[in-house]
């Protein structure tokens, strides 16, 4: 592909497709990381820290368990958008009973290895006795909502996949605005502390999964077959192992790079876990924000890849960048200003406070630095190449494991080694696109 062509310069009206998938993207993203910090808000302000960081605790493992099935959404997403615009009927409802079969079969898969994988995954984690006792709790409970997360992540894929954008932001709004609700409920009502954010969570996950099914409903009716053809399903069960298998390495890999920063924390203090979760809950609430953009790319170039549009797909990629590019900004600057607002939002206790001030300047840069990672990986799910998302993510996971383990072991390492990782996974993935484009390997 020619360099006129791929970095041609998206229209008006390409900007504003973009933007109108985005914005409700943006919004249901944020209601996600809305609730880690309405939970880390109840927590932070009851009478000791244990409480905080066993939800931390229990909330990454949990979220490692569930994110490592991250590609029944991701891989769900891609090749919907590309039979979306193909206009190949068939294969749009095959890209929904195949993967929600497979997310079926894991959630009670998880479910039944639970008795194991707890209490390994809680000693990994080497907290104290006492948060490892109520991050065990936490856990025992919340499991249960494995089937119903792993079916809605198929489900806000295939309606994504279908450029619509206002399906997903209705089920994760409906979910994680109940979640907040029984949580302050159960928590501060009920006086279940870490008890009650597992239930309200578990409650309402299975919430979400009824909505998206009415939605996938209201979008099937129109479909002029429903037929399950396990005959013609071969090939598409061979594309989507090929695609899942990187997904699925690269994503736990990744939840493994944050599982060791919670890890290392622990390690160093229950105090600094605490001051490093409130700075990790800003990472999260960025990442989420900023992959509003990703997950428009996602529907849109893989809709254009579908149309053989090359063109197209290079202003779209080119308009979400200039869109993700002004929010990092807008990031760096509002974190920069209102981190003192944010931190006292989430606890009252003194010494946590300090402790997450001290390591601000080492998080205020990392909307810049990684940015252009995630749209990337938005760009690599519509073209369903996952191998290039595997490799950003392992290149990013050894630089920081050769920071950490040269240097003397201590909180500022640890964050220099995480903001190694989003530098180095940026490169890759600004290196692979352009591999890609040259040589025409989207289509």
Known sequence: MSQTNLFIAPNKSQLQRIWQLAWPLILSNLSVPLLGLVDTAIMGHLPHARYLAAVTVGATIITFVYWAF???RMGTVGLTAQAYGADDEAKQWQMLYLPGLLA??????????SPIFIPTAIN????????SLLAKEYLHIRIFSAPAVLMTYVGMGWLLGR???????LILILTNSSNIILNLILVL????????VAWGSLIADYIGFAVAIFLIWRQLRPFASLRLSWGKSKAIMRQLVSLNGYLFIRTLVLLLVFAFVTAQSAQISTEVLAANTLLLQYITLLAHFLDGFAFAAEASCGEKIGRQESNQFYQTVNAAGLYSLFLAVLSCLAFYWLHDFFFTLLTNLPAVLVLAKTYVLWVVWLPIISVLSYLLDGVFVAGAQSKAMFHTVWVGALGMLIIWYMGEPSNHLLWLAFLSFFLLRTLVAIGFYLSLSYKQSWW
């Not at 079926?104 to 290895?113: D, E, K, P, R, S």
């Not at 450029?163 to 932001?169: E, M």
Request: net charge negative; hydrophobic share 55%.
């Open 70 to 72: 991250g590609f029944l």
């Open 104 to 113: 079926v079969f894991i959630g009670l898969l998880i479910i039944a290895l």
């Open 124 to 131: 990994y984690m080497q907290a104290a006795d006492d948060v």
């Open 163 to 169: 450029q619509d954008s206002i399906g997903p932001l």
């Open 189 to 196: 009502g009920y006086k279940l502390d870490v008890a009650g």
